[in-house]
C-alpha cells in the first residue's frame, strides 16, 4: 500500500487515514495508542449513518439507505459479541459474521459511489476504510482458526 505505516495496533494504515482513527484511542502509560478493533467498527458505522442520511429521498436513495444501514452498522455488533463468544468456534463463527457484513458494506458503496448519490470524498472514505477493515477481520479469522 502507497504511503502505509503502521498504525495503533500494528496494523497497517495509509498515512492519511492514520489521525483520523487514531485520535479518539486511549493512550497507555508508555505513550502508546491502544488499538480497540470494535471502537474503530463504531466509527465506522458513524461513518455509514452520516452516508446514509445524506442520500437522496428517491426510491433508488431509500433502497441504498436501508440495506448500508443494516449491513454497516452490524459488524461493530457483530465483533462486540464475538468478544462473549461460548467458544473458539463461536467466536469464529461471528467473526465470520462481521466479515460477510463488512463486504456486503463494500458493495453497497461501491454501487453508492458509481451512482454518485453522497458525498464523493464520504463514500471515498467509507470504502477505503471498509478494505482496510474486511483485511482486519479476514487475519484475525485466519490467526482465530489457526490457534484453535
Request: hydrophobic letters at 35%; charged letters at 30%.
Amino acid at each position: 500500500m502507497l504511503n502505509s505505516q503502521v498504525g495503533a495496533g500494528g496494523c497497517y494504515m495509509p498515512k492519511r487515514d492514520r489521525s483520523r482513527f487514531e485520535q479518539d484511542q486511549p493512550v497507555k502509560a508508555d505513550g502508546r495508542r491502544s488499538y480497540d478493533l470494535e471502537e474503530r467498527l463504531v466509527r465506522f458505522a458513524v461513518l455509514v449513518c452520516s452516508i446514509v442520511e445524506s442520500l437522496p429521498s428517491t426510491r433508488v436513495g431509500k433502497h441504498l439507505a436501508g440495506q448500508l444501514i443494516r449491513c454497516g452498522t452490524s459488524p461493530a455488533a457483530n465483533y462486540g459479541e464475538a468478544q462473549s463468544g461460548e467458544s473458539r468456534r463461536d467466536f469464529i463463527h461471528k467473526l465470520k459474521l462481521c466479515l460477510k457484513e463488512l463486504r456486503e458494506t463494500r458493495v453497497w458503496l461501491t454501487l453508492s459511489q458509481r451512482l454518485a448519490l453522497s458525498d464523493m470524498q464520504a463514500l471515498a472514505s467509507a470504502s477505503r476504510e471498509s478494505e482496510e477493515l474486511i483485511r482486519i477481520v479476514a487475519k484475525s479469522i485466519v490467526t482465530a482458526e489457526r490457534n484453535a
